[in-house]
């Protein structure tokens, strides 16, 4: 009876309201951080190419095209990651779409039938239940976001600060901030991941992906190897 007519329900519908809106500031937040780390890239790629410039040479002129062509991509991010910002910029989430998709939830639940309906509550009750032991490649991906968000607070300077501090060696370090560099919505589909669910990837694919410049790249990489991502639109 709880669950029949949710749709009608104000306090489903302001939780449900409440929670897309703060996945939706979550979301602004993970592409502002993206953004700082490419204007940050940017800044001192710029000035290793103007120290190239002062030094010359073949060795100087070969690694200029290398940094210009990484500067290339950089930007062709950055304006994506720009572009994201402003059509999210203002936005809200639509209550009466909210209403729309409940709605449709009444509709489905009322087709069940009542060992449908007992087995979904027994399903959703074990899952709430389980120890939330979340999937290692989320929990890797969760802490590089933690660390990026320390080296953004000044709270340590760089890498190695961050190896001396987790006693680790600076190359695991590397690996590990590897993963921020992962497409916004690939950050999400990795960290949505159920407790009880098991990966369908493994860190080391998650690198290989995140090595990629361009986020349509690591998406086309993300679907051949685990299937479409969960994303929120």
């Known amino acids: ?55 010359g040479g073949k060795l100087a002129v070969d690694r200029m095209a290398e940094v210009q062509e990484r500067a290339a991509v950089l930007e ?18 639509d209550v009466a779409e909210v209403r729309r998709t409940l709605r449709e939830f009444d509709r489905l639940w009322a087709e069940m039938t009542p060992r ?21 490649a989320a929990q890797v991906l969760a802490l590089a976001l933690q660390l990026q968000e320390m080296i953004d607070r000044g ?10 501090l987790g006693c680790v060696s600076r190359e695991r370090i590397s690996q590990i901030m590897m993963l921020v560099w992962l497409a916004p919505d690939l950050q999400r589909a990795v960290l949505r991941l159920s407790p009880s ?9 998650l690198r290989r992906i995140a090595k990629m ?10 679907r051949e190897l685990f299937g479409e991502p969960e994303t929120l639109e």
Request: positive net charge.
């Open 213 to 222: 410049p361009l986020w349509e790249d690591q998406r086309r990489a993300s």
């Open 76 to 93: 062709r991010k950055l304006r994506e990651v720009r572009d994201q910002l402003a059509e999210w910029a203002g936005q809200t989430v």
């Open 1 to 55: 009876e709880q669950i029949r007519g949710i749709a009608a329900n104000p306090g489903v519908v302001d939780r449900v309201v409440e929670s897309l809106g703060e996945q939706r500031a979550a979301d602004i937040e993970t592409l502002e951080r993206e953004k700082r780390l490419i204007e940050r890239e940017l800044e001192r790629l710029s000035q290793e190419l103007a120290g190239l410039v002062r030094t």
């Open 197 to 205: 669910e098991r990966a369908p990837f493994s860190e080391g694919a």
């Open 116 to 136: 449908e309906q007992e087995k979904f509550v027994k399903t959703t009750v074990t899952a709430a239940r389980k120890k939330r032991r979340y999937p290692r």
């Open 155 to 164: 709270e340590v300077r760089d890498y190695a600060d961050l190896a001396r």
